[in-house]
């Protein structure tokens, strides 16, 4: 079975409150490896708050000359087919994601999975389940060529965890 591991990076902390996906990253799964990989940045046009380039340091200039988001999206769309999707906080994630197809006419019917969710069911012990947290209690250290709050590399970590509190095996870092 393919499941398509999603995280964004965002202007702001709301679609309700204009924000805006400025980064997509996507990891195909399929029996325990990842098979493809789609990544973006996305030239939205939109403003980035402070608190949320605080976040992921991805800045108004970095996105300049980057991919429109009709071009981005359609792509995605094609990537993910239909597959069902995985995110850790996927309330989060898959509201931007959503918002963002519909701008496009696009109603996403995929079915979302929530790593979050899954952890707490499997791992209560843990003090909190933010994605540093669980990535460290089953894997131990993040590496060094991991650039958290990047959506490419936040979408392999979490395809991991996933992997793993599934028992589909634990993919290489």
């Known amino acids: 079975m393919r499941h398509i591991v999603i995280d964004t990076e965002t202007s702001g902390f709301g679609v309700q409150r204009g924000g805006r996906v400025i980064e997509i990253g996507a990891v195909a799964v399929e029996n325990g490896v990842i098979s493809e990989e789609f990544s973006s940045l996305i030239n939205s046009g939109a403003a980035i708050s402070y608190h949320a380039f ?28 239909d597959a069902e999707l995985v995110a850790h906080n996927a ?9 963002e197809l519909s701008l496009i006419g696009f109603e996403l019917q995929n079915s979302w999975h929530c790593t979050v969710r ?25 590496p060094t060529s ?12 979490t395809a991991r965890i996933w992997a793993e509190l599934i028992g589909d095996g634990a993919l290489a870092p």
């Open 118 to 142: 899954l952890a707490r069911k499997v791992l209560p012990e843990l003090h909190n389940h933010k994605l540093d947290t669980v990535y460290r209690h089953l894997f131990g250290e993040i």
């Open 146 to 157: 991991m650039q958290r709050h990047r959506a490419l590399d936040d979408a392999r970590m």
């Open 54 to 81: 605080r976040v992921h340091g991805i800045s108004e200039e970095m996105l300049l000359g980057k991919p429109e988001p009709e071009t981005v999206w359609q792509e995605l769309r094609h990537f993910i087919g």
């Open 91 to 99: 309330p989060f994630d898959s509201s931007f994601v959503r918002h």
